[in-house]
T-cell receptor, first 119, second 113 residues
Framework: GAGVSQTPSNKVTEKGKYVELRCDPI?????LYWYRQSLGQGPEFLIY????????DSGLPNDRFFAVRPEGSVSTLKIQRTERGDSAVYLC?????????????????FGPGTRLTVL | GENVEQHPSTLSVQEGDSAVIKCTYS??????FPWYKQELGKRPQLIID?????GEKKDQRIAVTLNKTAKHFSLHITETQPEDSAVYFC????????????FGRGTSLIVHP
């Protein structure tokens, strides 16, 4: 089946603009994660959804960042008043219900990312 | 929170040599340690993982070792091939929580033919 997809693959915007980044998880995956990856760094956690609700948003850097997942499938990461420092690759990952296995962990499958450039 | 350090940042080897990448973690509650391979411009993919109840796991040419006492774990690649060239990330997380991995900064492995 299809893997995790993200659109757009590239987004160039001007400082101060609003952007939306979309993630389509693997069908049946209830857990969805957003990460930000800067050049030369590992993925940095932003927010985690279990179903429709944000189970952990402790990684969002400030209130300009917001994410939704209204129907428990597709998720949108929204960034208001973009700044040059927001430039990075934004990765989405999904997995089966992380609570499904007692003491277990379900592999996260990553999307190809959206490269955001803020001029 | 968890802090993961990864070394080296760059590793250059000749084809056929072995490569070792090391990571340390700070949170003794971490009990699951995945390794991801990310080729240039592509998505990270899980290549091997280890849980805290074992000390070593092997899958063909790759192996991972874990020392819980010292809080470090390593990725070993034997008989390296040019297609092993990529950035490798280690991660640590605690099962039973939000399953949010903390990633290392990555190691760029270059295998020269």
């Amino acid at each position: 089946g299809a893997g995790v997809s993200q659109t757009p693959s590239n987004k160039v915007t001007e400082k101060g603009k609003y952007v939306e980044l979309r993630c389509d998880p693997i069908s049946g995956h209830t857990a969805l994660y957003w990460y930000r990856q800067s050049l030369g760094q590992g993925p940095e956690f932003l927010i985690y959804f279990q179903g429709t609700g944000a189970a952990d948003d402790s990684g969002l850097p400030n209130d300009r960042f917001f994410a939704v997942r209204p129907e428990g499938s597709v998720s949108t990461l929204k960034i208001q008043r973009t700044e040059r420092g927001d430039s990075a690759v934004y990765l989405c990952a999904s997995s089966f219900n992380t609570l499904a296995l007692a003491g277990g962990y379900n592999e996260q499958f990553f999307g190809p990312g959206t490269r955001l450039t803020v001029l | 929170g968890e802090n993961v350090e990864q070394h080296p940042s760059t590793l250059s080897v000749q084809e056929g040599d072995s490569a070792v990448i090391k990571c340390t973690y700070s949170d003794s509650a971490s009990n699951y340690f995945p390794w991801y391979k990310q080729e240039l411009g592509k998505r990270p993919q899980l290549i091997i993982d280890i849980r805290s109840n074992v000390g070593e796991k092997k899958d063909q040419r790759i192996a991972v070792t874990l020392n819980k006492t010292a809080k470090h774990f390593s990725l070993h690649i034997t008989e390296t091939q040019p297609e092993d060239s990529a950035v490798y990330f280690c991660a640590a997380l605690t099962s039973g929580g939000s399953y949010i991995p903390t990633f290392g900064r990555g190691t760029s492995l270059i295998v020269h033919p």
